[in-house]
């Protein structure tokens, strides 16, 4: 009854294993998704920027512009009044940022016009977000490596050894990568704030909030993290559960009853007949001196044991 107990103990672990495997797996390659869709994006941050509206013209119409009160704008004799005062000469446009870009609709709305975001940070800020960007690829290359390992494991058919070690590697390049991320994550987040503060002035936003990319760098980091617990979980409870059956196994091993040598039975009980015969002659050699008046006495002490193994 103990054997198929214990077969089909073995066999729910290897199941309960292979699901721990497969969700670290899931989970590190949503985390490389992500981190790939993130780092190539423009809308880490995205909010509007005021602009003052141009004049209107014959030739450029449009709702966004200032107008005069006559059509005769060319005409040096006329004056010329807008009708826009305060707020009215200003409009609000949309812009994203990323990585790489940040882009701003037009006045038209007719497209956009992007700008490489690393001209636009301030001189003394470049430093980090080139950092940035280097702990952002390596980022995805621990992510990828990690993914790798785990696919390795999953899909060839290794030793449970081989699948440990892999394991732990792979626990460790999510760890790092997990590591990386989040420090990338938060260096760029400072360098656009710098931006914002000291950046130029035809592109500094009146109101910006994180955008989907930003959230999506930070979803991949909390899949990264995710993953590599999983691992580092199965990986401990693998350890656990073969020290826990070695020690089962010496425990049973010193339960067994110890078969005694033959050899030294065979002396024991030799030796015991032999002392046995010696006291017996010893008490008839004493009979024959009939001037010994105890040696009845101790003839009748004798054990019948003795008599019986003697005979």
């Keep these: 009854m103990l054997l198929p107990l214990q077969v089909g103990r073995s066999q729910a672990m290897g199941v309960d294993r292979r699901q721990r495997a497969s969700a670290a797996l899931c989970l590190s390659f949503l985390s490389l998704i992500f981190s790939i869709t993130a780092f190539g994006s423009s809308y880490w941050c995205e909010g ?167 959230c999506l760098a930070w979803g991949s980091f909390a899949c990264c993290m995710a993953s590599s617990v999983t691992t580092m979980n199965r990986y401990t409870k693998t350890i656990l559960e073969f020290k826990y059956k070695q020690k089962k196994l010496e425990r049973s091993l010193k339960a067994k009853p110890k078969t005694p040598d033959p050899e030294k039975a065979w002396k024991m009980y030799s030796g015991t007949i032999h002392s046995t015969s010696e006291d017996f002659m010893h008490h008839l050699t004493d009979m024959r001196s009939l001037t010994n008046p105890t040696a009845l006495a101790e003839l009748n002490n004798i054990p019948m044991a003795h008599c019986e193994e003697y005979c």
């Design 48 to 214: 509007t920027r005021k602009v003052a509206k141009p004049f209107c013209s014959e030739l450029r119409g449009g709702t966004h512009c200032i107008r005069f009160n006559s059509s005769g704008a060319n005409a040096s004799n006329v004056v010329q009044y807008i009708w826009e005062t305060g707020e009215d000469k200003f409009v609000d446009r949309k812009f994203h940022a990323g990585i790489w870009y940040s882009c701003e609709e037009l006045m038209n709305g007719e497209g956009e016009k992007c700008r490489s975001f690393i001209s636009l940070t301030p001189p003394a800020d470049r430093g980090v977000l080139w950092l940035s960007i280097a702990a952002e690829l390596l980022y995805i290359t621990l992510l990828l490596m990690g993914v790798s390992l785990m696919l390795i494991e999953i899909c060839k058919s290794i030793s449970i050894l081989d699948g440990l070690k892999l394991n732990a590697f792979a626990a460790i390049f999510t760890v790092l990568a997990g590591l990386l991320g989040m420090v990338a994550h938060m260096m760029y987040t400072t360098v656009f704030q710098m931006t914002v503060n000291l950046g130029p002035e035809d592109w500094r936003p009146q109101t910006w909030d994180y955008g989907w990319s930003y």
